[in-house]
T-cell receptor, first 115, second 118 residues
Framework: AQSVAQPEDQVNVAEGNPLTVKCTYS??????LFWYVQYPNRGLQFLLK??????LVKGSYGFEAEFNKSQTSFHLKKPSALVSDSALYFC?????????????FGTGTRLLVSP | EPEVTQTPSHQVTQMGQEVILRCVPI?????FYWYRQILGQKVEFLVS????????KSEIFDDQFSVERPDGSNFTLKIRSTKLEDSAMYFC????????????????FGQGTRLTVV
């Protein structure tokens, strides 16, 4: 079965510092991996995805993520955090070998960027 | 930029009543989904819909739930007899293609309908 783990409920970082939000996954086949962000009272906004190819994926708003197959991880990163990045971040996985469409989400990590 | 729209944004209903949540997916998308998020919990898959039929559903999606694409633009989720535990944020999503050989595109989510069952 597919699963995603986000080990941190909250990540605190000062504005201008680099940030990392962690995600590990488990699938039986090859993964499609996604990061979504949720601002208060808003829906889920797509940030970036990994399907195949280059392990470093660049996405919206300066975010990037690194796919590491040996560690089954897909950590979200940004070189310099902004206060406006404060939000709830969800990692999600889809098993491309099953043909199933559903995304399995992690529990979410709240990112708090302080001025 | 095209987006998924959901109505209403908030619905309050009495236990046992039927509710219909409405969604307009992005126009050239072929796969449609409903997810829900109980307050403070993770986002959970309910159902996916393709080619006018359910392609996949979770154990949450029991006989009380149904989905329909009544015309070329709307996609609805019906809960026949609501229970207190159905209170959640319900998200509709759509994607241009799915997994499984056609390349995978991301799902775009609507802003959600907050359902409160009292």
């Amino acid at each position: 079965a597919q699963s995603v783990a986000q080990p941190e409920d909250q990540v605190n970082v000062a504005e201008g510092n680099p940030l990392t939000v962690k995600c590990t996954y488990s699938v039986s086949g090859n993964p499609y991996l996604f990061w979504y962000v949720q601002y208060p009272n808003r829906g889920l906004q797509f940030l970036l995805k990994y399907i195949t190819g280059d392990n470093l994926v660049k996405g919206s708003y300066g975010f990037e993520a690194e796919f590491n197959k040996s560690q089954t991880s897909f950590h979200l990163k940004k070189p310099s955090a902004l206060v406006s990045d404060s939000a709830l971040y969800f990692c999600a996985v889809r098993d491309m070998n099953t043909g199933f469409q559903k995304l399995v989400f992690g529990t979410g990590t709240r990112l708090l960027v302080s001025p | 930029e095209p987006e998924v729209t959901q109505t209403p944004s908030h619905q309050v209903t009495q236990m046992g009543q039927e509710v219909i949540l409405r969604c307009v997916p992005i126009s050239n998308h072929l796969y449609f989904y409903w997810y829900r998020q109980i307050l403070g919990q993770k986002v959970e898959f309910l159902v996916s819909f393709y080619n006018n039929e359910i392609s996949e559903k979770s154990e949450i999606f029991d006989d009380q739930f149904s989905v329909e694409r009544p015309d070329g633009s709307n996609f609805t989720l019906k809960i026949r007899s609501t229970k207190l535990e159905d209170s959640a944020m319900y998200f509709c999503a759509s994607s241009r293609s799915g997994a499984g050989g056609f390349g995978s595109t991301e799902a775009f989510f609507g802003q959600g309908t907050r359902l409160t069952v009292v």
